[in-house]
C-alpha cells in the first residue's frame, strides 16, 4: 500500500491540472458564448475636404451608438453616427465648370459663401472571431456602410452640391487584455469606396434640368481607417473605452452633366446682381476628392 501511494498522488496531481487546464479553456474560448453588446458615446474630429480649385475644414462633432449580437465566434454588428458642423471653405468655383463658367468674372462672385457636414454614417458588418478567444478576440469583418455628407454653396454660382460616400470594406478589429480592468483595443479597415454627388439648382437656374438630372457617380475609390485605444472596466457590467481613429478616402471625379441658367435680369453693378450668366448653356463635374477625418471618440460599453 505504501507503494501505490505516490502512485495515487501523481495521478492525482495530473487529474487535477487537467482540470485546471480545461477550466481555464471553458473561461476563455467562445464555445457557448453569447452576449449582447453596446456601445454609447461621442467623437470629436478635425476634418479636411477637398478637391482640385477648393478646400473646406473645420472640426466635427457627432455621437455614437453601436451594438453587436456575439455568438461563439460570430458577431453581428450595427454601428450608427450622426452630428453635423459648419466648415471653413477656401478656393473656387471655377473647376467645377468643365467647358464655361456660368459666373462673372469677377471674384465677388467666385467665391464661396458656405460649407457644412453632415454625418449620416450607418454600417452594418459580420465578423468571426479567428482566436476564438472571449477575453483576447480578433474578429475579421465584412461590412457596408454609408458615410458623411458634404453640402457646399455659394451667392454666386446656380448649384449647390451634396456628395455621400457609400463603401464595402473587410476589417480587423481585436483587443488585448493587459489585466482583469484594463485592454487595449484597435481596428484597421480598407474599403471599396464610390459616392453619390446630387445638385440642386438656386432661381437662377432651370429647375427642369435639376430635376431630370441624375446624380452624378464617382467612379469606385478607395477608404482606409485605422483606430487604436484602450477599455477600463468600472464594473462586471460597464467599461469606458476610448480611442484614436484615422479615415482617409479618395474618390475620382464624377462624369459631367449639362444644365443651362436663365435670364435674371439684373445689369452690371445692381446690387442684386448675383452674378450669373443668362441663358448660359454649360456642363459641370465634380473633380476627384480627397477626405481625412482625424479625432477621439470615447464612451461606455455595456
Known amino acids: 500500500m ?8 501523481f495521478f492525482n496531481a495530473i487529474v487535477m491540472s487537467l482540470s485546471l ?15 449582447w453588446l453596446a456601445r454609447i458615446g461621442g467623437e470629436v474630429d478635425y476634418i479636411r475636404h477637398s478637391t482640385e480649385g477648393m478646400w473646406m475644414h473645420g472640426v ?3 455621437w455614437i451608438i453601436q451594438t453587436a449580437y456575439i455568438k461563439k465566434q460570430v458577431k453581428l454588428e450595427l454601428d450608427l453616427q450622426f452630428g453635423r458642423s459648419p466648415m471653413d471653405i477656401h478656393g473656387s ?17 467666385n467665391r464661396f459663401n458656405g460649407a457644412s457636414t453632415l454625418y449620416l454614417n450607418v454600417a452594418f458588418k459580420v465578423g468571426w472571431n479567428i482566436l476564438d478567444s472571449i477575453e483576447d478576440p480578433l474578429y ?20 449647390i452640391f451634396g456628395q455621400q460616400s457609400v463603401a464595402l470594406f473587410i476589417e480587423a478589429e481585436g483587443k488585448k487584455s493587459i489585466n482583469d480592468t ?10 471599396y469606396s464610390g459616392a453619390i454627388t446630387q445638385v440642386q439648382g438656386t432661381d437662377d437656374i432651370q429647375q427642369k434640368d435639376v430635376v431630370n438630372l441624375e446624380p452624378l457617380n464617382n467612379e469606385a475609390g478607395f477608404e482606409a481607417w485605422a483606430s487604436v485605444g484602450f477599455t477600463y472596466a468600472l464594473s462586471k457590467k460597464v467599461s469606458f473605452f476610448t480611442r484614436l481613429n484615422a479615415k482617409y478616402l479618395h474618390l475620382p471625379a464624377t462624369r459631367s452633366a449639362q444644365l443651362t441658367t436663365i435670364a435674371n435680369g439684373y445689369q452690371t453693378g445692381d446690387p442684386l446682381d448675383t452674378g450669373i450668366v443668362s441663358n448660359q448653356v ?4 465634380y473633380p476627384k476628392t480627397y477626405r ?3 479625432g477621439i471618440s470615447l464612451g461606455f460599453e455595456f
Open 2 to 9: 505504501p507503494k501505490t501511494q505516490p502512485l495515487l498522488q
Open 21 to 35: 487546464a480545461l477550466s481555464s479553456l471553458s473561461a476563455t474560448s467562445t464555445e457557448n458564448y453569447s452576449k
Open 60 to 62: 466635427g462633432t457627432s
Open 93 to 109: 468655383y471655377a473647376t467645377f465648370a468643365v467647358d464655361t463658367s456660368p459666373i462673372k468674372n469677377e471674384p465677388r462672385f
Open 140 to 159: 475579421i469583418n465584412l461590412g457596408y456602410n454609408t458615410g458623411d455628407v458634404f453640402l457646399h454653396y455659394s451667392r454666386g454660382y446656380p448649384i
Open 182 to 191: 484594463f485592454a487595449i483595443s484597435y481596428l484597421g479597415r480598407i474599403g
Open 282 to 285: 454649360f456642363n459641370v463635374a
Open 292 to 294: 481625412l477625418f482625424a
